[in-house]
């Protein structure tokens, strides 16, 4: 949004450029000063919205949008506000502060977490002693707090 200069230095040049001064009463006179005013006012906020806020342009298909607008619709909020809430909420952890990008190392080391449970829980599956099920058992807890600390972050 692109706004040009208000084209009129005062009041006094907005009365003599639409012809107020001349030909008006002093109701129409009055009139006149209220819609500069408005104009101007409107200029003012245009001028000082711009150079605080930045537009960005998201293209989302016809569906992708019925299906947020259902989803902005519902929490009662408006499409762009709807938007603008998520994407804040999503880089925003409970106390405000911005989330720090997901550690690749982290996920890579759930993984395999995640493999060697499996792998245990297979194990316990096939166990018939349960001296040998017990001691599986301790090493799937250990596992799994492992991961509970790995995620804890990411939280």
């Known amino acids: 949004m692109i706004t040009t200069e208000f084209p009129y230095k005062d009041v006094q040049t907005y009365l003599n450029a639409t012809g107020v001064l001349e030909t008006g009463t002093a109701e129409e006179i009055t009139q006149a000063r209220k819609v ?19 537009n ?13 607008q259902k989803l902005a619709i519902e929490n009662g909020k408006k499409l762009a506000r709807f938007l603008k809430d998520i994407a ?55 596992l799994f707090k492992q991961l509970e600390t790995l995620l804890e972050p990411i939280k």
């Open 36 to 54: 500069f005013r408005k104009l101007y006012l409107q200029q003012y906020q245009k001028r000082r919205y711009n150079k605080t806020h930045i």
């Open 56 to 68: 960005i342009s998201i293209s989302f298909s016809k569906k992708e949008k019925e299906v947020m």
């Open 88 to 142: 804040l909420d999503y880089a925003k952890d409970s106390a405000g502060n911005v989330k720090a990008p997901t550690n690749t190392k982290n996920f890579i080391e759930i993984k395999r977490l995640l493999s060697l449970s499996y792998d245990i829980v297979e194990m316990l599956h096939f166990e018939n002693s349960y001296s040998e099920l017990q001691q599986s058992y301790e090493e799937l807890l250990h």
